[in-house]
T-cell receptor, first 112, second 113 residues
Framework: EDQVTQSPEALRLQEGESSSLNCSYTVSGLRGLFWYRQDPGKGPEFLFTLYSAGEEKEKERLKATLTKKESFLHITAPKPEDSATYLCAVQARETSGSRLTFGEGTQLTVNP | EPEVTQTPSHQVTQMGQEVILRCVPISNHLYFYWYRQILGQKVEFLVSFYNNEISEKSEIFDDQFSVERPDGSNFTLKIRSTKLEDSAMYFC???????????FGPGTRLTVL
C-alpha cells in the first residue's frame, strides 16, 4: 500500500526565514510525486511534479527536490502570502487509474 | 487560464437522500477524478474515469456511489443514500493524460444532517 508522510505537521516562520518541508513516501514504483498548495476551504492548487531522483523544480520562492525515499519543498525568504497547507502526493507506476495518494500536509504560517 | 469548476459550492442534505455533485473538467482533458477530504483529514481518492468507464476506484467508492459523464462537458458524482459520514469536501480533478498533472476544482462542501 502506498504511503506518504509529511513533516512537520505545522510550521511557523517569520517573514524571510527560510525552511524546508519534508515528504517521505513508500510506493511500489514511483510514477510521479506532486506538490500542491491548499488554502482553507479551497481545492489543491498544483505546484510541481517530480518524476525521478535528483530532479529539482523551482517557482518563485519555492524549490522542490526528489530522492528515492523523500521529497523536500524548500521555501526561501517566505512572505505572509505563502501561508497555506502544502500537500505532497504520489502516483504509483502500477496504478490502473492514476490514483494520487496524499499525505496529511504541512500547515505553514508566515508571520510578518 | 482553463480551470475545473464545481457546483454547488455547498450542499446540505438529510441522511438517506440522494445528492448529485457536478463538475466541468478542463476542456480537452480526457481523465476525470473524484476525491474527498473529511474536515481535518487528508485528501482521499474515490474514483477515476476514462473513456466513459471507471478505470479505478477505492474502497470508499461502494455501491452507494456512481459517476457519469452525461454529456461532453459535465462529470457527476452521485451518492444514492447519504450517511452522516459522507459529510466532506468533494473535489473533482481532471488531467490531459493518465500520467499528467491533475488539476483540482474548488470543491463542493457536502453536509449530511
Amino acid at each position: 500500500e502506498d504511503q506518504v508522510t509529511q513533516s512537520p505537521e505545522a510550521l511557523r516562520l517569520q517573514e524571510g526565514e527560510s525552511s524546508s518541508l519534508n515528504c517521505s513516501y513508500t510506493v511500489s514504483g514511483l510514477r510521479g510525486l506532486f506538490w500542491y498548495r491548499q488554502d482553507p476551504g479551497k481545492g489543491p492548487e498544483f505546484l510541481f511534479t517530480l518524476y525521478s531522483a535528483g530532479e529539482e523544480k523551482e517557482k518563485e520562492r519555492l524549490k522542490a527536490t526528489l530522492t528515492k525515499k523523500e521529497s523536500f519543498l524548500h521555501i526561501t525568504a517566505p512572505k505572509p502570502e505563502d501561508s497555506a497547507t502544502y500537500l505532497c502526493a504520489v502516483q504509483a507506476r502500477e496504478t490502473s487509474g492514476s490514483r494520487l495518494t496524499f499525505g496529511e500536509g504541512t500547515q505553514l504560517t508566515v508571520n510578518p | 487560464e482553463p480551470e475545473v469548476t464545481q457546483t454547488p459550492s455547498h450542499q446540505v442534505t438529510q441522511m438517506g437522500q440522494e445528492v448529485i455533485l457536478r463538475c466541468v473538467p478542463i476542456s480537452n482533458h480526457l481523465y476525470f477524478y473524484w476525491y474527498r477530504q473529511i474536515l481535518g483529514q487528508k485528501v482521499e481518492f474515490l474514483v477515476s474515469f476514462y473513456n466513459n468507464e471507471i478505470s479505478e476506484k477505492s474502497e470508499i467508492f461502494d455501491d452507494q456511489f456512481s459517476v457519469e459523464r452525461p454529456d461532453g462537458s459535465n462529470f457527476t458524482l452521485k451518492i444514492r443514500s447519504t450517511k452522516l459520514e459522507d459529510s466532506a469536501m468533494y473535489f473533482c480533478a481532471s488531467s490531459d493524460g493518465g500520467q499528467d498533472t491533475q488539476y483540482f476544482g474548488p470543491g463542493t462542501r457536502l453536509t449530511v444532517l
